[in-house]
């Protein structure tokens, strides 16, 4: 699988990245390189070896459903770039305002 | 279907808020209603370095539902970051299940016992976990158009019950989502409350129309915004109509467009186009570096299953054959819940005659809740005395008539029976005392006696009414015999 420009450029989208066209050439290279080096690994017979989904041999780590103290508000807000006496502040988004 | 010249192809996607205390992967509350931001932490609205540790009731919750729907669980489940950008998103990704939901390939079955639509079992394609997102909310006031955005929400455990597109009309859609909501609180999983978002759901629908080469479908459309039942056979049946007119007018098919997001708007009974989020199949799912896979054991599993209890549709079986009650009694008890269910039996177990209690509680019981706006736990009159109640009137101590306002009169006065009985002035007539009664009826009444005498026994029937005006204590069934023999004597 090779980069093609285009991938860069959507993937940049997604990523709310706005690139000048010499950024968008450069990195199709630069990205191609590292999923070329990552590549060398499917030269491996991996057909004995267990799937991996995690990197530690660890499951099942959990906490109770206790109740721990919350940031105050004014703890919480502190970095907001723009607020009020209650909310974060953002540029106004209508129509999409359901469940994901 | 139902004279329409297509079939409405429904599937849904259900977000559950689970019942814990704490959110899926922080301690914060989710106490619904608290002031904004006062619910948040560093995991929640994502500040760098804060870690996530899985709620584990979160889990035992979305297991049991699973398990309730008839899901296969594979031995191990694991968390993806679900990636894309919105104010209410803090993380910039949303911790959810891609390729190894903790479930999947479940059921749940829905019926009709008035028959409007067949019996269907609606396949579960799959339910898995995942944390809400923060809430928004527009303003517009002196002239500013922000939008503020409370993170209470953010980090709260859903889970996402996906359904296959089995459902084919809005009726049946209402009835998977009423049964669904009773499988949940059965087992107790979720308040499932549609007003304070711990229930929410989306549709997909499209239409299929029959056509000489085959089997033809519009574009699938997903609709949101529905927050009610009702809002969502609504919804549903005016979209169906809505795309059955676009497919007339332009004759697109799936796969002409790209899939469209519609929004309910409950004001103007319509559905309208959402704006397209930008490039959004690519949410570029990738496994969260910070959370460590769920493994399930067999024997954990089973341990679950074992502890689910009777589930609606068992019970429904069950009361059906241990009561024989029909169908769509049963049906109106389990409906109301198990509370309902556990007086039901109780009371059917103390009077030895389940359908009267069966109608007794459907009836006069049921009527009270609702225009009391209680439980049944708040009811005043406990399983023994109803029962008591009841053997009376089987064994003809009481008719119904007075029946029903002794138990109004427990009801209004909080009185045991005796009290109550006594309050009203019952006593048994004695049957010298009904006689004398008859013989006044018939008497004053021989335009009734004509007409009785010509074969006209219903005639009879307006005797009663003058009974009980005479005597509150005449037993209907008592004046029509007595009356019926004496007639026959003239």
Same mark, same amino acid.
């Given at each position: 699988?090779?980069?093609?420009?285009?991938?860069?450029?959507?993937?940049?989208?997604?990523?709310?990245?706005?690139?000048?066209?010499?950024?968008?050439?450069?990195?199709?290279?630069?990205?191609?390189?590292?999923?070329?080096?990552?590549?060398?690994?499917?030269?491996?017979?991996?057909?004995?070896?267990?799937?991996?989904?995690?990197?530690?041999?660890?499951?099942?780590?959990?906490?109770?459903?206790?109740?721990?103290?919350?940031?105050?508000?004014?703890?919480?807000?502190?970095?907001?770039?723009?607020?009020?006496?209650?909310?974060?502040?953002?540029?106004?988004?209508?129509?999409?305002?359901?469940?994901? | 279907?139902? &004279?329409?010249?297509?079939?409405?192809?429904?599937?849904?996607?259900?977000?559950?808020?689970?019942?814990?205390?704490?959110?899926?992967?922080?301690?914060?509350?989710?106490?619904?209603?608290?002031?904004?931001?006062?619910?948040?932490?560093?995991?929640?609205? &994502?500040?760098?370095?804060?870690?996530?540790?899985?709620?584990?009731?979160?889990?035992?919750?979305?297991?049991?539902?699973?398990?309730?729907?008839?899901?296969?669980?594979?031995?191990?489940?694991?968390?993806?970051?679900?990636?894309?950008?919105?104010?209410?998103?803090?993380?910039?990704?949303?911790?959810?299940?891609?390729?190894?939901?903790?479930?999947?390939?479940?059921?749940?079955?829905?019926?009709?016992?008035?028959?409007?639509?067949?019996?269907?079992?609606?396949?579960?394609?799959?339910?898995?976990?995942?944390?809400?997102? &923060?809430?928004?909310?527009?303003?517009?006031?002196?002239?500013?158009?922000?939008?503020?955005?409370?993170?209470?929400?953010?980090?709260?455990?859903?889970?996402?019950?996906?359904?296959?597109?089995?459902?084919?009309?809005?009726?049946?859609?209402?009835?998977?989502?009423?049964?669904?909501?009773?499988?949940?609180?059965?087992?107790?999983?979720?308040?499932?409350?549609?007003?304070?978002?711990?229930?929410?759901?989306?549709?997909?629908?499209?239409?299929?129309?029959?056509?000489?080469?085959?089997?033809?479908?519009?574009?699938?459309?997903?609709?949101?915004?529905?927050?009610?039942?009702?809002?969502?056979?609504?919804?549903?049946?005016?979209?169906?109509?809505?795309?059955?007119?676009?497919?007339?007018?332009?004759?697109?098919?799936?796969?002409?467009?790209?899939?469209?997001?519609?929004?309910?708007?409950?004001?103007?009974?319509?559905?309208?186009?959402?704006?397209?989020?930008?490039?959004?199949?690519?949410?570029?799912?990738?496994?969260?570096?910070?959370?460590?896979?769920?493994?399930?054991?067999?024997?954990?599993?089973?341990?679950?299953?074992?502890?689910?209890?009777?589930?609606?549709?068992?019970?429904?079986?069950?009361?059906?054959?241990?009561?024989?009650?029909?169908?769509?009694?049963?049906?109106?008890?389990?409906?109301?819940?198990?509370?309902?269910?556990?007086?039901?039996?109780?009371?059917?177990?103390?009077?030895?005659?389940?359908?009267?209690?069966?109608?007794?509680?459907?009836?006069?019981?049921?009527?009270?809740?609702?225009?009391?706006?209680?439980?049944?736990?708040?009811?005043?009159?406990?399983?023994?005395?109803?029962?008591?109640?009841?053997?009376?009137?089987?064994?003809?101590?009481?008719?119904?008539?007075?029946?029903?306002?002794?138990?109004?009169?427990?009801?209004?006065?909080?009185?045991?029976?005796?009290?109550?009985?006594?309050?009203?002035?019952?006593?048994?007539?004695?049957?010298?005392?009904?006689?004398?009664?008859?013989?006044?009826?018939?008497?004053?009444?021989?335009?009734?006696?004509?007409?009785?005498?010509?074969?006209?026994?219903?005639?009879?029937?307006?005797?009663?009414?003058?009974?009980?005006?005479?005597?509150?204590?005449?037993?209907?069934?008592?004046?029509?015999?007595?009356?019926?023999?004496?007639?026959?004597?003239?």
């Amino acid at each position: 699988m090779s980069l093609t420009r285009a991938d860069v450029e959507k993937v940049s989208l997604l990523a709310r990245l706005a690139l000048t066209p010499d950024e968008l050439d450069a990195l199709t290279v630069q990205l191609g390189e590292i999923i070329r080096y990552v590549q060398q690994l499917g030269e491996l017979d991996t057909r004995d070896v267990q799937p991996l989904s995690h990197a530690m041999d660890l499951t099942n780590v959990f906490a109770d459903d206790t109740l721990l103290p919350s940031l105050d508000r004014e703890q919480a807000l502190a970095n907001a770039p723009k607020r009020d006496a209650e909310c974060y502040r953002v540029p106004a988004m209508l129509g999409d305002e359901s469940s994901r | 279907m139902n &004279g329409t010249p297509y079939t409405t192809v429904i599937g849904l996607e259900v977000h559950v808020q689970l019942k814990t205390r704490t959110k899926l992967f922080c301690r914060c509350s989710t106490a619904f209603g608290a002031a904004p931001n006062t619910q948040t932490c560093p995991v929640c609205i &994502g500040l760098p370095g804060s870690l996530p540790v899985m709620n584990r009731q979160a889990y035992v919750l979305a297991l049991k539902t699973a398990l309730a729907l008839h899901c296969d669980i594979p031995a191990c489940t694991k968390w993806d970051r679900k990636n894309y950008f919105y104010p209410d998103l803090p993380k910039g990704y949303q911790i959810s299940q891609f390729d190894l939901p903790m479930s999947r390939d479940g059921y749940l079955d829905i019926g009709d016992p008035q028959g409007r639509f067949p019996d269907r079992r609606v396949r579960i394609l799959r339910a898995h976990l995942e944390e809400d997102a &923060g809430k928004s909310m527009h303003d517009e006031v002196a002239g500013r158009a922000d939008s503020r955005i409370d993170l209470n929400r953010a980090g709260t455990p859903l889970l996402e019950i996906v359904t296959h597109p089995d459902l084919r009309s809005p009726e049946e859609t209402k009835a998977y989502l009423t049964e669904l909501k009773l499988l949940l609180s059965y087992i107790d999983v979720s308040d499932c409350n549609m007003q304070e978002g711990s229930l929410r759901v989306d549709a997909n629908v499209n239409l299929h129309l029959p056509s000489p080469s085959g089997t033809i479908a519009t574009p699938i459309v997903e609709i949101k915004n529905m927050n009610s039942f009702r809002a969502v056979e609504r919804a549903l049946a005016f979209e169906a109509a809505r795309q059955y007119q676009v497919w007339q007018e332009t004759g697109r098919k799936l796969g002409d467009v790209p899939k469209q997001t519609r929004g309910w708007d409950d004001q103007a009974q319509v559905t309208r186009a959402q704006r397209h989020k930008e490039e959004s199949s690519d949410y570029r799912y990738f496994p969260d570096p910070d959370l460590v896979p769920v493994r399930v054991t067999p024997a954990e599993i089973d341990a679950a299953r074992a502890a689910l209890g009777e589930l609606p549709a068992a019970l429904r079986d069950r009361l059906v054959t241990t009561y024989a009650l029909d169908r769509y009694d049963a049906d109106v008890l389990v409906n109301q819940g198990r509370p309902l269910v556990d007086y039901f039996e109780q009371v059917a177990a103390q009077c030895q005659d389940p359908k009267r209690a069966s109608n007794w509680i459907q009836q006069d019981v049921l009527r009270t809740l609702n225009e009391r706006g209680i439980g049944i736990a708040e009811f005043a009159v406990a399983p023994p005395v109803l029962a008591e109640l009841l053997r009376m009137v089987g064994s003809g101590t009481l008719d119904t008539m007075r029946g029903r306002q002794v138990l109004q009169q427990m009801v209004d006065t909080g009185s045991d029976l005796a009290t109550a009985i006594a309050a009203l002035g019952i006593t048994e007539m004695s049957d010298e005392a009904l006689v004398t009664l008859c013989r006044e009826l018939l008497a004053a009444n021989p335009k009734i006696v004509a007409d009785v005498k010509n074969g006209k026994q219903q005639a009879l029937g307006a005797l009663i009414g003058q009974a009980r005006k005479r005597n509150p204590n005449a037993d209907p069934t008592r004046v029509r015999k007595v009356c019926a023999e004496l007639i026959e004597e003239m």
